[in-house]
């Protein structure tokens, strides 16, 4: 299988016929894959195209890539175009989340503070937190194959969500409080339209938020009799519904 690296669009759409990588990208593939001349690497701009090349020179921190064929979409976001909007966790949670809801086929990430999120509403701290997640979707778009990066949005409150509008989209939420179940939710929505999907933090949502985002259109959906952990939830959760309304279960899956 060919190395994998992100490039500027731009890159990918020029009458140029190499590539200079270099930077944290170029350090990646000479120290940490160690390419060589003549391996085989794919080029992908992040928003959803891709283009095969050859190293052609390898220097000190830097790469030559030389184009073998044109650009061409890649595998793109899954077939249910899931914004997961995820309830904070504490400590380093979430980068588990991100790295799984990328590699699951999420189009976007939406953080939000609920009443049990242990980490607090402080935007000034959290631009770090944001470069670092957007850092590991890059990281699982290469590793899974991905020609696209799902967008991680900035943390909101889970009020400025729910005060947000909706459009046309299946509005669902994950609680282990809930009678529904997601298979009968999914069957019941219409054809073709995107989700957006809320999961709780540790300790999930408390009544009153749930109740608020259902006047706001997240009907609540259970995953089955057994309480999950919230970085448990976003696999459980993405795998169902994806094997349901998108790609997972169709040719081409493998585990690495």
């Keep these: 299988m060919s190395e994998r690296v992100r490039v500027e669009p731009s890159a990918l759409a020029g009458s140029a016929t ?3 990588v270099d930077g944290d990208r170029g350090h990646h593939l ?4 160690r390419v060589r001349v003549g391996d085989r690497v794919v080029a992908f701009d992040g928003a959803g195209r891709e283009r095969p090349a050859e190293v052609s020179r390898v220097g000190r921190g830097e790469v030559l890539l ?20 995820q309830g904070l966790p504490k400590g380093d949670k979430m980068d588990l989340i991100v790295r799984q809801a990328t590699e699951l086929g999420v189009a976007s990430i939406a953080p939000v503070f609920t009443a049990r999120s242990i980490p607090r509403e402080q935007p000034e701290r ?5 470069q670092r997640w957007e850092r590991i979707a890059e990281e699982a ?3 899974c194959g991905r020609a696209d990066v799902p967008a991680i949005e900035a943390p ?3 009020a400025a969500l729910c005060a947000a509008p909706a459009g046309h989209v299946v509005r669902l939420t994950a609680w282990e409080g809930a009678t529904a179940s997601l298979r009968a939710a999914i069957e019941a929505s219409a054809e073709g339209l995107p989700f957006e999907v809320l999961a709780g933090p540790e300790g999930g949502f408390e009544t009153a938020e749930v109740e608020a985002a259902a006047a706001a259109g997240f009907a609540p959906v259970s995953l089955g009799p057994r309480i999950l952990r919230a970085e448990t939830t976003a696999a459980a959760f993405l795998s169902a519904l994806s094997v349901l309304r ?3 279960g169709g040719s081409g899956a493998m585990m690495r």
Excluded: K
Excluded at 30 to 33: D, G, M
């Design 30 to 33: 000479v120290r940490v894959t």
């Design 126 to 130: 959290w631009a770090p937190r944001l």
């Design 18 to 20: 190499a590539l200079s």
């Design 141 to 143: 778009s290469r590793q």
């Design 156 to 158: 909101q409150s889970l």
């Design 66 to 85: 030389s184009w073998t064929g044109p650009a061409a979409s890649g595998v793109g976001a899954d077939r249910a175009r899931v914004r997961w909007i």
């Design 246 to 248: 998108g790609d997972l």
